[in-house]
Nanobody, 115 residues
């Protein structure tokens, strides 16, 4: 089993920045893609960003220009740098890692942005 642990969430004011981290419990050679999702209670889980080995990254339109996904394979860690945060970014953020045909999810970290 692979466990993903997110960290870096918190309560911030609009315009502030946060850096989320997601670390896998053990080294895995093939982790592709790694991604971030977010979810508000009562709503469907929403795609935020994804990173593939080789440098390809994709983003939801709502976060383009503000969020940046990156990864450090040596540390089995994926990051989400969030700048210019808005109240509508408030959600639980989940890390997802693809290993072979299996998707692994983290427990989530709460991000709350006040106006």
């Amino acid at each position: 089993q692979v466990q993903l642990v997110e960290s870096g969430g918190g309560l911030v004011q609009a315009g502030a920045s946060l850096r989320l981290s997601c670390a896998a419990s053990r080294l895995t050679y093939n982790m592709d893609p790694m991604a971030w999702f977010r979810q508000v209670p009562g709503k469907e889980r929403e795609f935020v960003a994804a990173s593939w080995n080789g440098g390809l990254s994709t983003y939801a339109d709502s976060v383009k220009g503000r969020f940046t996904i990156s990864r450090d394979n040596a540390k089995n860690t994926v990051y989400l740098q969030m700048n210019s945060l808005k109240p509508e970014d408030t959600a639980v953020y989940y890390c997802k890692a693809g290993i072979g045909g299996t998707a692994y999810w983290g427990q989530g970290t709460q991000v709350t942005v006040s106006s």
